[in-house]
């Protein structure tokens, strides 16, 4: 199971830590995706990590150079650092664990997911 955490209401502009954990599986064998949904739109990744830690992607220019993601492999667990926040980076945000260790965009491809964490820019 995986747990997301860290959400909240922030201020454009402002940062955030998302933090995901798991239980019962050790993350440091899989691909950790960070996917964002909003309302009526479809899940989109925004960063994921692959199991050798050395490949890190960020889909789409709009995170790029805010959007962190690292793991903390003693703890069990993958963050999403987001800086310099905007608006359009509101929405709900998971955690997802690929058990090939890859990076993919594809949800299909994702085994495992969380519940979300919902985060919200303020203007």
């Known amino acids: 199971q995986l747990v997301e955490s860290g959400g909240g209401l922030v201020e454009s502009g402002g940062s955030l830590r998302l933090s995901c954990v798991a239980s019962g599986k050790d993350l440091n064998y899989y691909g950790i995706g960070w996917f964002r949904q909003v309302p009526g739109k479809e899940r989109a990744e925004v960063a994921c990590i692959k199991s050798n830690e050395d490949e890190v992607k960020y889909p789409g220019d709009a995170v790029k150079g805010r959007f962190t993601i690292s793991r903390d492999s003693a703890k069990n667990s993958v963050s999403l650092e987001i800086s310099e926040m905007k608006l359009e980076d509101t929405g709900v945000y998971y955690c997802?664990?690929?058990?090939?260790?890859?990076?993919?965009?594809?949800?299909?491809?994702?085994?495992?997911w969380g519940r979300g964490t919902q985060v919200t820019v303020s203007s």
């Open positions: 997802a664990a690929e058990a090939f260790g890859d990076c993919t965009d594809e949800v299909y491809e994702y085994e495992y």
